[in-house]
């Protein structure tokens, strides 16, 4: 978009000539590039002393506060200083009653380090957030800087995994869901199985079984109970 901007004489002083005044014009939402032309078209230059801030809503790389104030005159050759966006904040948020697994994307897309601690509780579903600490709500940070939150989250479920092996499928599938623990049901090919191995398959029981029975098992993230079937 094109602007007029004004040129200015002052009167001859002692004898020597006018100074020239110019304009200045609105730099803001431009680019470097952009501003410094925009300024040595009319006869300014642009300081090359860039300062640079995070904003709340302003691009990165885009000027939002100048020296000389738009409309304001300059005399000719003089140098306009500028602080362009170095990028945007990233705003905490109140994650209490959250579920961890929900947000840890955006927060480490965001170059923030969660560290968590576990609390045995009966009153939240497990993986819910009951505190958070080091970073408060409505806080500003800088993404492009490593930043830390620290949770205190209800402790997933954690059970010793039963024998399954031989019982119905569907039994040990609800006795497992139950618990709170997921499962997946994965049936096995039958079409490589001997006709004698055929005759000996029982359909619809639990064959294996991962993890394996007696062992430890957290239900948190990604992790399932798998139980093989035929």
Sequence with gaps: VASVVGVYYSGLIDGFSPIKMVEVPDLSGMTIDEAKTALENIGLFLDTDIEKEMTDDIEAGLIFEQSVSEGDTLEEGKKVSVII????????????????????????AHNITIYVDYENTSEYVPGT???????????????????????????????????????????????????????????????????EEMDEIVTGVVIKQTPEAYTTYRQEGNNVVILYYY
């Design 85 to 108: 966006s170095e990028g945007k904040y990233f705003v905490i948020a109140d994650y209490t009653g959250k579920v961890l697994e929900d947000i840890r994307a955006d927060l480490e």
């Design 129 to 195: 957030i009951i505190e958070q600490k080091l970073k408060n709500e409505g806080e500003k940070i800088n993404p492009k800087v490593e930043n830390k939150i620290r949770f205190t989250v209800a402790a997933p479920i954690e059970i010793r995994i039963d024998d399954f092996v031989g019982a119905k499928i569907e039994t040990a599938k609800n006795s497992l869901e139950n618990d709170g623990i997921k499962v997946v049901l994965e049936k096995l090919p039958t079409d490589e199985l001997t006709p």
